[in-house]
């Protein structure tokens, strides 16, 4: 267990349909990052929040939004579903400013759009 | 998005082979990181890597953090069954981490 929870662990929809992916991040850290990896793709940096702030954008959709609320869990929403966003998505946190350490990764969230 | 030049991209190899995979950047980066991600798995942090030359093990495992900061790579001896998986290296400056394009390694008994 990493710390990082995410839910669910998978998903079934379809298209056009709108999904909750959600976040709980690591005791204590105050980052949290989401990433889309496609079947045998890399990992695609969609947006970071940093204590209940947006920190940085990546290529993340339009279709596609997110917050942190003050407990600092983080959710994902992905509307308008397509069959192209089907994929793995997972949710990352890391220390508070000033402690560069890398990522702690979820289990991820495995999404079917059918 | 940004991302670092892994290679090679797809490895095969017997039991008890060592492996080698190395990342490559045109920017320098003050921390090197190595991941390891199980299939359906999110990825687990196998070494960070913090000074300019350094040379760092864990197990079976080793990585050097190249000398221009531009560059990293890993090693695996003696790999077994379990080693399977996709290899990510990372580049961090601040809080943000670049990761590579991923290794993936299939091991044969």
């Known amino acids: 267990d990493s710390g990082v929870t995410q839910t669910p662990k998978h998903l079934i929809t379809a298209t056009g349909q709108r999904v909750t992916l959600r976040c709980s991040p690591r005791?204590?850290?105050?980052?949290v990052y989401w990433y889309q990896q496609s079947l045998d793709q890399g990992l695609q940096f969609l947006i970071q929040y940093y204590n209940g702030e947006e920190r940085a954008k990546g290529n993340i959709l339009e279709r596609f939004s997110a917050q942190q609320f003050p407990d600092l869990h983080s959710e994902l929403n992905l509307s308008s579903l397509e069959l192209g966003d089907s994929a793995l998505y997972f949710c990352a946190s890391s220390g508070s400013s000033g402690t560069y350490y890398g990522y702690t990764f979820g289990s991820g969230t495995r999404l079917t759009v059918v | 998005g940004q991302q670092l030049n892994q290679s090679p991209q797809s490895m095969f190899i017997q039991e008890g082979e060592d492996v080698s995979m190395n990342c490559t950047s045109s920017?320098?980066?003050?921390?090197w990181l190595w991941y390891k991600q199980d299939p359906g798995e999110g990825p687990v942090l196998l070494i960070a890597l913090y000074k300019a030359g350094e040379l760092t093990s864990n197990g079976r495992l080793t990585a050097q953090f190249g000398i221009t900061r531009k560059d990293s790579f890993l090693n695996i001896s003696a790999s077994i069954p379990s080693d399977v998986g996709i290899y990510f290296c990372a580049g961090q400056n601040t809080d943000k981490l670049i990761f590579g394009t991923g290794t993936r390694l299939q091991v044969f008994p």
């Open positions: 920017s320098i980066f003050n921390t």
């Open positions: 005791s204590g850290d105050l980052s």
